[in-house]
Structure formats: C-alpha cells, structure tokens
C-alpha cells in the first residue's frame, strides 16, 4: 500500500467520524437535574441538585424567599424561615442553550406567629408582656410612656386603642425601637373603668400582639346617706 493510499483511507475515516459525530447530536450534553422536586420544611434550610449541562447554564428562581446558588455542576436552594400560617410554591427555572426544566418548591406552614418586640416602662414597674397585661392609673388625667423594643429593626408595630377616653400619641405605623405615650381623660365618674391598648407586629404574615389593659380609678365614691333621727312622741 503506498502512502497516498494509506492518507486516503485515512482522510475517509475521518469524514466518516465526523458524519456520525453530526448525525448523533454532535456531543451536545443533554441538560439533566438530579431532582425536579424540592420540599421545605417551615424553618426552611438549604438544599443541593446536581446539575449535567453544557457549560453557561442559568438558573432564576420566581420568589424572593427562594435564593439561589450555582457551582459548575450543581444548584443550591436556600429558603428563608416561612412565619405565616400557609404553605408557599416556587419555581425554579434551569436553562442550558435552548433547553430548560422546572423545578417546583414547596414549604410548609409556619406557626403564624412570631416574636416581635418587648414592652417596658419606668412608671410600671415589671410590665411584661409575659407576666403584666395591666396597669392602673389614678383618676385624673395624665401621660404614661412605654417603651416598645423591637426584636429585629425591619420590624413594624402599630398601636390600637378600644376606648374614647384612652389615646396615645403615635399615629400609623411605627419601624423600629421607640417610645410612645397613651393619654388618659379624667374620670370624673363614681365607677372604674377599663380599656385596652393593643400593639401589633407584623412580619411576612405572621403576627405579634400585646393587649395592655388600662383601669383608671373613678374621681370618688358615694357616702351613704346619714340615716335621720328617730323622733320618739
């Protein structure tokens, strides 16, 4: 055989490998997740898929609760702690040239409460929303601070009153630590009487609440009558 005959037969073989290589898919490595399903529990955590894929793959995920985190051949699901009383869904989107998958997330219900903030003051001493849910004032009219703590400084309260004769001096909604007073009217009344102040927080759909009673002593009492003498005929 002489040697333009060997290159010859050589060159055929080529083409032949290349015909096969196109007509197989040209070694395109076809996009493949280890999971298409992803379950969180309340707390939520964080969890791995492996990813096969050509290089330059993305993926985006359609909740803000859901973050992402890539690596050559893997994707890692972080979910944030799910406060509200419903489950949530999301999805995740993985895309490799022209093909994409889906990946569905769930995460299941949290308690719908949170822990939100603390209540103190130095006119009351040990106001606790653990321990006090009320405080007594005098009769006349006054000013009372309490102070509101904040566990977290994204955190919002507001503060609601039930009765005409108690307001307070913060309107709306409130961001962060801070001090606010509630105004008693005079009680010019023979009776005690009682009202309540609610805090409320509210975080990702879940709440925190405190109800403070306020009893306001009444201004006096009714002596009774002296009884007349008897006139003995």
């Not at 280890?34 to 529990?41: C, D, N, R």
């Amino acid at each position: 055989m002489t040697m333009k005959h060997l290159f010859s037969m050589l060159a055929v073989a080529f083409a032949a490998i290349v015909m096969w290589s196109c007509s197989s898919g040209g070694g395109a490595v076809p996009l493949n997740l280890s999971s298409t399903i992803v379950q969180f529990a309340d707390k939520g955590g964080t969890q791995k898929i492996t990813v096969t894929a050509e290089p330059g793959w993305t993926a985006t995920s359609s909740e803000k609760w859901l973050t992402l985190k890539q690596t050559d051949d893997a994707l890692e699901l972080t979910a944030k702690k799910n406060y509200s009383a419903k489950s949530r869904l999301a999805e995740v989107l993985v895309t490799a040239g022209e093909e994409s998958q889906l990946i569905n997330v769930s995460q299941k219900a949290g308690t719908g409460t949170f822990e939100g903030f603390t209540v103190s003051s130095l006119a009351f001493e040990g106001l606790d929303p653990d321990s006090r849910d009320d405080v007594t004032v005098n009769s006349l009219d006054g000013k009372y601070i309490l102070q509101v703590t904040t566990l977290n400084p994204a955190y919002t309260w507001r503060v609601e009153s039930d009765s005409e004769w108690l307001t307070t001096s913060v309107q709306g909604t409130q961001r962060g630590s801070n001090h606010f007073s509630f105004i008693v009217a005079a009680n010019d009344t023979i009776e005690e009487r009682k009202g309540t102040l609610t805090i409320i927080s509210e975080y990702e759909g879940a709440k925190d609440d405190y109800v403070l009673t306020v009893i306001q002593n009444p201004t006096h009492s009714l002596q009774d009558p002296l009884e007349a003498p008897k006139i003995e005929w």
